[in-house]
Nanobody, 123 residues
C-alpha cells in the first residue's frame, strides 16, 4: 500500500497555470504506475494523465494533451501534474492514484487514492 496526498490546487483565471503535486509515502513508490483523474460536479471521474513506474511512458486524455504534463521524481516520492492554458472546463477535483503494473486510463484499476485537490478555473 502507498498513501497519497495531493496539493497545489486553487483558483486560477482561464489561460493560467497550476502545478499539482502528489506526495507518496512508502518505500515502494518506484514500483507504482501513477495516474491523475478528475471529477466535476455531477460527472463521472475521468482520466487525465498517467505515467509508468520508471517515468519513461506517459499517457494523456485528448482533452488535456499539449496543455498538461505529468512527471515523477522518485527521489522525492512525488508525482506532478503541470497544467497550462487552463480552461473553465478543467474545473474539477483532481485525484492522484497509484497501481502496481502498467498505467491505465481506467480508474477502477487503481487501488490507492489521495483525498483530492480542488481546481477552479474562472472565465
Amino acid at each position: 500500500q502507498v498513501q497519497l496526498v495531493e496539493s497545489g490546487g486553487g483558483l486560477v483565471q482561464a489561460g493560467g497555470s497550476l502545478r499539482l503535486s502528489c506526495a507518496a509515502s512508502g518505500r515502494t513508490f518506484s514500483s507504482y504506475a501513477m495516474g491523475w483523474f478528475r471529477q466535476a460536479p455531477g460527472k463521472e471521474r475521468e482520466f487525465v494523465a498517467a505515467i509508468s513506474w520508471n517515468g519513461l511512458s506517459t499517457y494523456y486524455a485528448d482533452s488535456v494533451k499539449g496543455r498538461f504534463t505529468i512527471s515523477r521524481d522518485t527521489d522525492k516520492n512525488t508525482v506532478y501534474l503541470q497544467m497550462n492554458s487552463l480552461k473553465p472546463e478543467d474545473t474539477a477535483v483532481y485525484y492522484c492514484a497509484a497501481k502496481i503494473g502498467t498505467p491505465s486510463r481506467n480508474y477502477a484499476l487503481y487501488d490507492n487514492w489521495g483525498q483530492g485537490t480542488q481546481v477552479t478555473v474562472s472565465s
